[in-house]
């Protein structure tokens, strides 16, 4: 085997780990980023309606 495929192989695993890294970079933002989502969305639905005064969990915190 020539000593120049010696280069041309790792120069493919350099640009092929890069790769993979960018593919499991993305695929790990894209999960992360549809559980924010979610968990926004479940949150503003369980959030009590907007009344006068402090929320219930400020309004502790101002007695203590």
């Not at 695993?13 to 559980?35: C, E, N, P, S």
């Not at 369980?46 to 969990?57: I, L, Y």
């Amino acid at each position: 085997m020539s000593t120049s495929y010696y280069g041309l192989i790792e120069v493919v695993l350099v640009f092929g780990l890069a790769i993979a890294f960018y593919v499991w970079q993305m695929k790990t933002l894209k999960r992360d980023v549809k559980a924010r989502e979610e968990r926004e969305a479940r949150e503003r639905s369980a959030a009590p309606s907007s009344t006068a005064g402090h929320s219930e969990r400020q309004h502790e915190l101002d007695e203590t």
